[in-house]
């Protein structure tokens, strides 16, 4: 596994609810990320880990590699891979995202 591999790996598997996103929470950079923060601001998650991909370009390129998924945000609860903005707004009006996050905690 390579360095960027393993740093990903660790803040997937160090935090309950990582966001890998272009921007940050208080100031998402595109409109799928905002999307994806809104969500779970609605879901009441309150201890998100985000990660500004436009921060570093190994995390932006080994994001889409570790997941083996092309876009971005992506969100991972308990270290499994849930998906990108349009899964995560379908899961959540569905209910599932909630019953996956409160399964989580």
Do not use: H
């Not at 998100?48 to 991972?76: C, S």
């Amino acid at each position: 596994m390579s360095d960027v591999q393993q740093r990903i790996d660790d803040l997937v598997k160090n935090n309950r609810v990582v966001l890998f996103m272009k921007g940050s929470a208080q100031f998402p950079m595109c409109g799928f990320s905002g999307r994806a923060i809104e969500i779970l601001k609605a879901c009441g998650v309150k201890d998100l880990k985000t990660v500004n991909v436009l921060e570093d370009e190994a995390i932006r390129q080994g994001i889409k590699a570790y997941a083996n998924w092309p876009t971005i945000p992506q969100l991972y609860i308990n270290g499994e891979f849930i998906g990108g903005s349009d899964i995560m707004t379908e899961m959540y009006q569905a209910g599932e995202l909630q019953q996956t996050l409160a399964q989580a905690a």
